[in-house]
């Protein structure tokens, strides 16, 4: 009897359990998310990797490329002589029924440079959405001469990697470290106190000792000196 | 409701009181009876009295209610009456609470209402038994009309009549007068009389028709056998009724009054205690002229009318209220004018006097700018002393100019002795002529938001001149009002004077954008950079990086296209540098998102408007952005990093580009939650992002070098807390010549928070020229404290266990709470209320900053965050130091004397 009762409650509890984890998965902080990474290589924003992925800290992944650079486009931008030389970069987000767009852009010469080579940086609020994106491609100069150096190939690969940042839990402050210390110092002088066991004369002999000195000296002064004092005294009268 | 601001003046200032800074604090009401006043605050939740001769606060009670949990439900509509047959006795009635006030202080009852979505309580009325509350049933279209009595608010009674109106036009068109709801329904005013009996239960309704539309009822007078009321239709016109009730029945009759009415006229009507009758003051504003005509109504027409009329020192835009009295055979006029100056005018036989003017505007000042005082002549040319190539021109220029200086020296002297009494006016014209030694006195140019723009001296805190714009509306920016005041050229230019430009909107169409350049010194308008209608609707307005023509740098608008337009029109590419990218964003309020805008300049375009390309998009979902901050636009960075314990430097990364972006929201587990962003304004990308869970705006942030602070009020631990962030680069630099956004640096945030012991009005931070001064926080608080506190006391890099290297670097210990010591005080015992925003200005001293805190109540002061290094003390002892110095050149002439003498006998041996 007793035992059915206890699995009873422990079967209750693993149901809590499960029923919490399912309800924080279902609208928790760590749900997925769907991107769709579009840039502005050909003059309009154009779709290059689509990805459905879960929200985490850790995730730092390559995104697989949908379509490739030719040789031709790559050598029109080089060229690019246009009063806009970006480099923007579009990112769609869907996740449950929500979807915006969030965009950013680095000069186009930078991304050419490193033959679009760079990280994305995914900001994502503590709703889980994503606030902003950050493009980096390790460097913030370049020159036009460069990038003729640079080797021709018939074709270019994106070689991306994108992570998210969350948002970080603001500072509190931190009471109880500081009480934790002071509790610390309170105790190391405390114990300092008590670690002082010694015995009486060992701990106070720097005081006894001249006490002792002093009295066993006055003593012997009064013993050998009484004579000629008391017959000074005499002498006076 | 009467808007008085939340504090009462006596006519000398012999007392004030200041009220709560929330909405507990606003007036509703205010009963005068004979001794004291009865002040209901807070939408009917707080009742106090205060007494007039001393302004002590008698007694105060506050509505107890338990739907304090939802705040946000309560609207803002509230009644308060005086019981008409007893006169002790005041009723209060908001939405779900009514409650009943004796004059003494004693809470006498109060019943809640029943609270339903579609009950919505609209008018109050009393009865020698009953408290009347009519209520509309938005369901049925009937109004409830519930009688409670007067002795406990047990219920005793409800009927309901047919209602045509709904909720809002109801509180917008009708008015009440004893038991009759007067209620404009277009050309038509409806009389509803409320049976004021329980046996009489015939509700009555007349109509009276007019020939225009009405627009507003305005009760002017009203006893229990009489009352008068204005009515105003839309051809301006605006007839005055006056209604009797008849003898010993519950009806009324009404008669027109035969007034000659103009458009603009205010009206105040008292009773005669002499003569029993009543009497009627006209009031009307011309220009700079106030006119009265006051007269006895006697019947149906005007007896006795006197007229005065003064003439106001400037211009004040119309009467917004005005209230006749007559004390003791003297007659006061009281008026809030448009620019809500404060006027009280005593009517006597020989004319009206104007016994009391202030300027209301100055405790609702929204933007403020500190401008220099030019130099003056003599100190313009000090160069030109050193000029010259031949020995005689060098040698004219300098005695012609030393003989300049001489004479305006002596001048000077002449001019101290000749005004020596001259009244402050006269001095404060004097010293807003030219820049002192220091630079510590400046101009200030504050807008207020009802439309008066003054020019303050910082050395007397003098008002130099004054100018109230009659068009004036300010625009909004998250949820606070502004007005852009922009420094459009300084006092750099000598011979031409310095401009300041104001940008607003017009009061009437709201899609109308008028720019007002003035000289700061003197406020007299530059007509030519004026102009009372910009062509396109703007969105954002900014100032230019150029100086274009005169010295002067020229306005950018961004209009609703996105286009960018110049006032007064010149090329783009002379008004923004051309070889430094230009980056604008721009907040979109329905999607919350901030969006980044490339402006693309070409060097030949000579056209003045070119379009905004969208490089970057900043996306809040699920959180609405409550306000955004930048740095200071004279924020300076000294040193690019700090020196450590062991030699080493720490990179600071000042990045220029960065604002404060503040976000309110509610995570998936319902907890409210306030997010702080630093965003970047060239790339979009985010290089801090908090967020605190249950915290509470207000939130206060200081941007400034590479930190950042702010506060928040902490509703777990219901204390308010301060956390402060500092960006570095690290232990090396990656360009230690320029900063560009798009640098590969990730910045290495530091952080930490601190209690703070007080809540927080507002904060900044001490500028100074160099920024080689340490910087302090300038709190205000609500007790009305402006503190001051050392940056060093919020920096993050505090250490729990402090090690020899952190004592070499000068850090102090981290301790969670920041203690105010009462010396940091700045401004001791002059307490300051309801501040709302801090500037802070740089002088030509390093050491100093000045600082103007403003609010219900303004403060300016100087401060020194690192003392006084550059200057002697005040206590300095010049007197030691001269006759030392005398002392030490007759001692050594004694000597030189003493040394020849001994020098000769020694040769002669």
Known sequence: MMFEQKNLIVGFIVLIVQFYAISTLDDGNDGFVSLNFEDNIDGKFSSFSKINIQLSRQTETELTPSRTISSGQFDRLVDFRSDYPYYTLKVHFKRGAIQDYVMTSIPMCLVLQTQFQYTVTLYVNENGYVVSAQTNTGNSTCSLPHLSEIEKKSEYNYKVSMRFQLNEIGPQPDTQRFLEKLKRQQEAKLNAQEADNRPFILKYWKYIVPVVIIMVLQSAFTQDAGGPGAGGGNGGG | ?909
Not at chain 2, 380 to 385: A, H, L, P, Q, Y
Not at chain 2, 508 to 533: A, I, K, Q, W
Not at chain 2, 895 to 901: M, S, V
């Open chain 2, 1 to 909: 409701m009467t808007a008085i601001p939340s504090y009462l003046y006596y006519i000398e200032a012999r007392w004030r009181k200041v009220f709560e800074a929330n909405d507990y604090g606003k007036i509703d009401r205010i009963i005068w009876y004979d001794q004291e006043g009865v002040i209901v605050t807070g939408n009917g939740r707080r009742v106090r009295a205060l007494r007039y001769a001393d302004g002590l606060e008698v007694w105060q009670l506050a509505a107890t209610s338990g739907t304090n949990s939802n705040e946000e439900t309560i609207s803002k509509s509230c009644q308060v009456i005086k019981n008409r047959f007893d006169p002790g006795t005041i009723h209060i009635l908001n939405d779900d609470l009514l409650w009943s006030v004796s004059s003494y202080g004693e809470m006498l009852w109060s019943i809640e209402l029943p609270t339903k979505p579609t009950l919505k309580s609209l008018f109050l009325f009393s009865t020698s038994q009953y408290v009347i509350v009519t209520s509309l049933d938005s369901n049925s279209n009937k109004l409830q009309v519930t009688y409670y009595s007067k002795q406990n608010g047990a219920q005793a009674f409800s009927s309901s009549i047919p209602w045509s109106f709904n909720a809002k036009d109801s509180q917008s068109k009708c008015s009440t007068m004893n038991n009759i709801i007067l209620c404009a329904n277009n050309a038509e005013l409806s009389m509803i009389t409320i049976p004021t009996t329980i046996d009489d239960t015939n509700i009555n309704t007349r109509q009276i028709q007019f020939s225009n539309p009405i627009e507003q009822i305005r009760v002017l007078y009203e006893s229990n056998t009489r009352s008068i009321v204005s009515i105003k239709t839309d051809n301006a016109e605006t007839k005055v009724y006056q209604f009797n009730k008849k003898d010993s029945t519950n009806e009324w009759s009404y008669h027109e009054l035969n007034i000659q009415i103009k458009s603009n006229a205010f009206y105040s009507v008292v009773s005669d205690k002499n003569s029993g009758g009543q009497q009627i003051l006209e009031g009307s504003a011309s220009q700079q002229k106030l006119n009265f005509y006051l007269s006895t109504i006697s019947e149906q027409t005007l007896t006795n009318t006197r007229s005065y009329s003064i003439e106001l020192p400037e211009n004040m835009g119309d009467i917004e209220y005005l209230s006749y009295s007559n004390v003791k055979h003297t007659q006061f006029v009281t008026l809030r004018m448009q620019d809500a100056s404060l006027l009280v005018i005593k009517l006597a036989d020989n004319g009206a006097e104007l016994i009391l003017h202030r300027d209301e505007a100055l405790s609702s000042i929204i933007s403020v700018e500190a401008f220099d005082l030019s130099l003056s002549s003599g100190q313009m040319r000090i160069e030109d002393e050193f000029g010259g190539t031949e020995m005689f021109s060098m040698f004219v220029r300098r005695i012609s100019s030393q003989i300049s200086q001489l004479t305006s020296f002596v001048m000077r002297l002449m001019n101290m002795f000749t005004n020596a009494h001259a009244n402050r006016e006269y001095m404060d014209k004097q010293a807003a002529l030219v820049r002192d030694e220091f630079n510590l006195n400046k101009i200030l140019i504050v807008v207020t938001s009802v439309g008066k723009v003054f020019g303050i001296l910082t050395q007397s805190g003098g008002i130099l001149w004054k100018h109230y714009f009659t068009d004036f509306a300010p625009f909004e920016h998250f949820n606070t009002l502004q007005v852009p005041l922009f420094h459009i050229r300084s006092a750099a230019h000598y011979t031409h004077p310095p401009l300041a430009s104001i940008v607003y909107r017009d009061r009437n169409s709201l899609y109308e954008t008028h720019v007002r350049t003035f000289n700061p010194y003197t406020g007299d308008f530059e007509e030519s950079l004026s102009t009372s209608s910009l062509p396109h609707r703007i969105k954002r307005v900014f100032l230019s990086t150029q100086i274009v023509n005169d010295f002067c740098k020229v306005l950018l608008f961004v209009d609703a296209n996105n286009k960018i337009h110049t006032y007064p029109t010149v090329p783009l590419s002379r008004a923004l540098s051309t070889t430094t990218p230009t980056y604008i964003y721009l907040f979109d309020k329905a999607e919350q998102a901030f969006i980044g805008y490339y402006l693309t300049i070409n060097e030949n375009e000579q056209e003045s408007s070119t379009g905004l390309k969208e490089v970057w998009r900043v996306a809040f979902q699920n959180e609405q952005v409550i306000n955004i901050y930048t740095r200071l636009s004279s924020d300076r960075v000294h040193s690019a990093g700090i020196v450590l314990g062991d030699r080493s430097v720490l990179y600071k990364y000042t990045n220029p580009n960065l604002i404060a972006v503040v976000t309110e929201g509610i995570d998936y587990q319902k907890v409210p939650f306030v997010s702080i962003y630093l965003l970047d304004t060239v790339t979009g990308s985010l290089k801090l992002s908090h967020t605190h869970k249950r915290v509470k705006s207000p939130v206060h942030v200081v941007l400034a070098e590479n930190w950042i602070v702010y506060t928040y009020y902490n509703q777990r631990y219901r204390r308010y807390e301060a956390v402060s962030s500092s960006l570095f680069e690290g232990e090396a630099q990656y360009n230690y010549s320029s900063f560009s956004s798009f640098d590969p640096i990730e910045p290495v945030i530091q952080s930490k928070a601190y209690i703070l012991p007080y809540g927080v009005n507002a904060i900044q931070v001490t500028t100074t020229e160099k920024g080689i001064t340490s910087r302090d926080i300038i709190m205000a608080v609500p007790n009305g404290m402006l503190i001051e506190i050392p940056w060093m006391l919020f920096d993050p890099r505090r250490p729990f266990d402090l090690t020899s290297m952190d004592r070499e670097e000068g850090l102090i210990m981290y301790t969670p709470d920041i203690m105010v010591n009462f010396e940091s005080v700045i401004n001791y015992y002059k307490q300051v209320y309801n501040i709302r925003g801090i500037h802070t200005v740089s002088t030509g001293l390093e050491s100093t900053s000045v600082v103007f805190a403003y609010g219900l109540d303004m403060f300016f002061t100087r401060v020194f965050p690192s003392r006084l290094f550059d200057q002697l003390k005040d206590d300095f002892d010049f007197m030691f130091i001269g006759w030392s110095t005398v002392a030490f050149v007759v001692g050594s002439f004694i000597a030189k004397r003493y040394a020849a003498i001994h020098q000769t006998k020694k040769a002669w041996k």
